[in-house]
């Protein structure tokens, strides 16, 4: 899971430049701690979980093309 997220995170990168900030959480780790948000609904999604700004937007996949098209409407 952890290379397809490094493949979103290029895609991303290379579509809306170096300003992207992306973070590859390991939800079974002790870095989960610092996302006390999201672990509260970890029993309700299903892997992976992205997270845009701080809220749940996509789980169960990675879609390159929904979530571009979720953080240009951000920018």
């Not at 309700?44 to 879609?63: A, C, E, W």
């Amino acid at each position: 899971m952890q290379e397809e997220g490094e493949g979103l995170k290029d895609n991303l990168i290379q579509n809306f430049g170096a300003g992207i900030h992306y973070s590859y959480v390991d939800v079974q780790s002790n870095e989960m701690k610092n996302y006390p948000e999201i672990a509260a609904i970890m029993d309700r999604v299903n892997l992976p979980l992205i997270v845009i700004n701080g809220q749940p937007r996509f789980h169960g996949g990675i879609s390159n093309e929904m979530i571009s098209d979720a953080v240009s409407e951000l920018v």
